[in-house]
């Protein structure tokens, strides 16, 4: 038997260790199944560099280390298919959408009594705080600040119905 076809048969019997050493490196079972596959490729390919009197195994161990290593960098830096998924590129809303949403938060706010109106044009519209708010409407901060919130709170049920 010459010296390929030992290796060759000992390669063979050293299969179940490598998937095993592979395991550490993936959890998947194709992917353990790709990297025993591509080292005993490269094992095949280099056996004139496998030095007589060496251990088979510690070689072909340190390949699949090696091949993993080299994966993993490479993997790292592809994006594969990145650039063609449609649905992570940012997209404008219908002009038409706004406009009706629009609208609509105009009925809202019309369907509002008059000071909670106001209250959300000089506060929200007119971005006036609610102190300056207070004072032109003669009254507590505190009474500016409830109408407010008691005005979107209302606006929000309107919306949502």
């Known amino acids: 038997m010459c010296q390929n076809a030992k290796i060759e048969a000992e390669l063979l019997e050293l299969l179940p ?9 993936y959890s998947s079972p194709s992917d353990v199944d790709d990297l025993v596959q591509d080292t005993v490729v490269k094992v095949l390919s280099n056996l004139d560099k496998f030095e007589k009197g ?8 340190t390949i699949m280390r090696n091949t993993f290593c ?21 997209c404008v809303q219908p002009q038409q959408e706004w406009s009706l949403r629009g609208q609509e938060l105009e009925k809202a706010i019309a369907a509002l009594p008059k ?39 209302r606006i929000t ?3 949502n119905t």
């Open 70 to 90: 080299t994966r993993f960098g490479v993997s790292k830096r592809e994006h594969v298919g990145m650039d063609d998924i449609l649905d992570r590129k940012a």
């Open 157 to 159: 049920e309107l919306l």
């Open 54 to 61: 060496t251990r088979l195994e510690s070689w072909m161990f």
């Open 17 to 25: 260790a490598l998937r095993r050493f592979a395991r550490r490196f």
């Open 115 to 153: 000071f909670s109106r106001d209250a959300i044009k000089i506060v929200f519209i007119d971005g006036v705080s609610y102190e300056e708010a207070a004072r032109r409407f003669g009254c507590p901060t505190g009474t500016v600040k409830s109408r407010v919130n008691r005005a979107r709170e």
